[in-house]
């Protein structure tokens, strides 16, 4: 079994006892057994989005999630704002359009976070725009857009306020209820730190009469209503055969962060990131995004020059066994990108720091061995937290 340490935005190393929890036994999706498994998954999901509204599961990825948000809530032709900064606030655009909708971009500079103004104003130009999605944390860029302070630009729209947590739930700031978010999307491979293949998904009242607005859906195995009218069943249910082994997965990892505690995993990610932004920096090298708007739960960093993406990457993997992720789009082969959200903690870092400065230096960029170590040791040293 390959031990790659794996550094990306997901997916993130999975404790052990999540790994067991799928090795139950499968029981029958329609029992009180599973349903009593469910209903707490979401009890659980509903608590980490903080939210008073309930979380369904969907088998598949955050896509499913980002496709059931749109594909319930618009009819041909609607108008839906989207924040477009880098590839998944692009995805968000692309899928509008697959349903029909028309798509009204607000299209952000790679590397920077939207202007909350700005939705403002596209808000005002088109009073009948039906939605506007955003992406937290774009894992592309490396940024974290201010959805609190969007949150509030919407409150005095009647557009409904749909956001991707995909890569941020569990890791950063997120609050469903205290935002005035409507839909709220995420899945369960990054910050969560369960396998891939779930995604969840929690609606606002609001949210919900539109869904109801729509006669006619034009998804069916995304289709809400199903959904909510299975999990109101007794024993609640998914409207189709779930992963049932993945829910498990999901239960036990939730349970993890209901252990830790939401704040304090939240200050575990904040600090991954210091340490991660400070060792990059000891090391000579470029942040991609302006500090103040760096993400949480991963770091994108300028490729030095004289190095490339491949040679960078292929000696982490194949010499020092540490998975980091390359540029998507554009940004192929400017930046590498350091995930550090899950079970991250400052061993991990510590391993994936010091393979990186040996790599630089056989590849011929300047380092001073063991600064950046350091710093990612400084960051955690008790006098500096």
Known sequence: MDETLLMIPGPTRVAQRVLKAMSENIVNHRSALFGKILSETSEMMSDVFRTNNKSYLLTGSGTAAMEAAIANIIEPGDKVLNVVGGKFGQRFSQIVEAFGGESIRIDVEWGKAVNPDEIGYALEENDDIKAVTVVHNETSTGVANPIKEIGKIMSDY????????????????????????????????????????????????????AVEGVSNPRTYYLNLKKYRKSGDAEPPETPYTPAVSLIYAMHEALKVIMEEGLNNRIKRHKLAAEATRNAIKALGLELFPDESVSSTTVTAV?????????????????????????????????????????NITHRELITTISGLEMTLRELGFEVEMGEAVAAVADTYLPENL
């Open 158 to 209: 009647d557009a409904l306020y749909v956001v991707d947590t995909v890569s941020s739930l569990g890791g950063d700031e997120v609050d469903v209820d205290g935002y005035g978010i409507d839909i709220c999307v995420t899945g369960s491979q990054k910050c969560l730190a369960a396998p891939p293949g779930m995604a969840a998904i929690t609606l606002s009242d609001d949210a919900w009469s």
């Open 302 to 342: 300028r490729l030095p020059e004289g190095v490339t993406d491949g040679e960078l990457r292929d000696t982490m993997r194949n010499k020092y066994h540490v998975e980091l992720a390359g540029g998507q789009d554009h940004l192929k082969g400017k930046i590498f990108r350091i995930g550090h959200m899950g």
